[in-house]
């Protein structure tokens, strides 16, 4: 019988990311975050996971003319929006979304490989438009029409904020996304991958995938994270506030992790991102109190910061709100998960796990007025 939670199982083989969880690292089709953070753009890892190897500079530029081509939402997405606006979550705006989004999809029911690529290109593409889109309707403002002359991240804060972001908060959006783009068999992955391998479409995988990503262990943590930030306050009040957190048996969001048993290595890149946009707007507040939280975790429970914990200040210090950060998680995890859709359609087979059966056994049936009355407890 395997570990709760499926814990250690291989769900499938893949060639798009791996980690080692003992040694803190994590690799896209071989190349470390470390070095994709540091040089790479959020494109080029699209063509990455979806290529299995790095772009040309022709390659890139065609795929981020594509990326540019398919921004705009279908005038029934556009349509839809204000009654999601006014309705709904933002995360259930994007499962909402993407599953209608499979009505208009020029490439409707093809299932080929060349179809699923190029639905796999709109989806990503589509992602800040909708976000933006969605914002931009609730604060009661039009909708912002994408600029092509922007790459993804920076076009994503510019529909956003209608403002041209300055290049550093873009880069720092881009590293992020960088950062969130794959991460082996994550509960989303698995999902997308488990809808995948009934032959079902690429849209209705995504779908589910996103319905995963919004519970608040797995995505939502980021979003938590900042809410204990707020209620936390000053960095003076962490270490208490930590403490009767913990003494009540809370999870404190942002920490630990399934797989990694030491840093977190997007935790690394996300700290230093959280220092300097801190430093850059003048706002240090947020990330003094993560300091002071991180520490206080490491003392009383040995845990380390997951992405999510410093992702929370970096997204505040951009202007993005504290609910709009899952769906920014998602905005670039859409890359990841559209490549292990591709993936499993290349090579399937159905997911299909046994279940161990622990309840009661060699029961009769006894007619509904014969029944004895049971007492339920509670
Ligand atoms: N805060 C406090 N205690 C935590 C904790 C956290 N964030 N994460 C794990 N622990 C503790 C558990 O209480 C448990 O302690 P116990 O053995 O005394 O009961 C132990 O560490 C093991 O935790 P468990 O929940 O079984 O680990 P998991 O592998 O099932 O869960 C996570 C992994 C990520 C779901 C879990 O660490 C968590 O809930 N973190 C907060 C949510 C989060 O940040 N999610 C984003 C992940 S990228």
Redesign the pocket.
């Known amino acids: 019988m395997p570990e709760k ?1 499926l ?1 250690e199982v291989v769900a499938a083989q893949t060639s798009l990311s791996d980690i080692d969880g003992k040694l803190g690292r994590l690799s896209y089709v071989g190349y470390d975050i470390h070095d994709l953070a540091t040089n790479s753009t959020f494109e080029e890892v699209v063509y990455l996971l979806h290529h299995l190897r790095m772009p040309s500079q022709a390659e890139l530029d065609e795929l981020e003319e594509q990326l540019v081509e398919e921004r705009e939402v279908s005038p029934f997405l556009a349509e839809l929006m204000p009654t999601l606006a006014a309705q709904t979550s933002p995360m259930s705006m994007l499962r909402t979304s993407v599953s209608a989004a499979s009505a208009y999809d020029p490439d409707g029911w093809d299932q080929s490989p060349e179809a699923n690529y190029r639905k796999a290109i709109r989806l990503i593409a589509m992602m800040p438009s909708l976000i933006a889109g969605y914002q931009r309707r609730r604060t009661g403002q039009e909708p912002v029409p994408p600029n092509p002359k922007l790459p993804h991240a920076a076009n994503f804060l510019y529909m956003l904020l209608g403002e041209e972001p300055e290049q550093e908060t873009a880069r720092g959006l881009d590293v992020t996304l960088v950062l969130y783009a794959d991460h082996t068999m ?1 509960a989303s992955t698995f999902t997308a991958r488990v809808i995948a391998s009934t032959l079902s479409d690429m849209h209705s995988a995504i779908t589910g995938a996103i319905a995963a990503l919004k519970g ?6 980021n979003e ?2 900042f809410r204990m930030l707020e209620e936390i306050g000053t960095a003076d009040n962490a270490e208490a506030s930590i403490k009767d957190r ?1 003494a009540r ?10 797989v990694y048993k030491t840093e ?1 290595p997007r935790a690394t890149h996300l700290r230093r991102l959280a220092r300097e946009l801190g430093e850059r707007t003048g706002d240090t507040k947020w990330y003094e109190i993560s300091e002071r939280v991180e520490k206080v ?1 490491m003392e009383e ?1 040995g ?1 380390y910061p ?4 410093y992702a929370a200040s970096v997204y505040h210090s951009m202007g993005i709100p504290t609910d709009l950060m899952t769906p920014v998680f998602a905005l670039a995890r859409m890359s990841g998960w559209t490549a292990h859709v591709r993936e499993q359609y290349a090579d399937n087979r159905l997911i299909r796990p046994e279940s161990e059966y622990i309840g009661p056994v060699d029961q009769h049936y006894v007619p509904i007025e014969s029944r004895q009355p049971v007492e339920e407890a509670g």
Do not use: T
């Not at 608040?216 to 943590?221: C, D, E, M, N, V």
């Not at 048996?249 to 399934?258: A, E, L, N, P, V």
């Not at 997951?306 to 914990?309: A, C, L, M, R």
């Open positions: 939670g814990e994550n608040p262990l797995h995505g939502g943590a938590e994270a913990l048996k809370q999870k404190i969001m942002g920490f630990g992790h399934r977190d975790v429970k845990l997951n992405v999510d914990f």
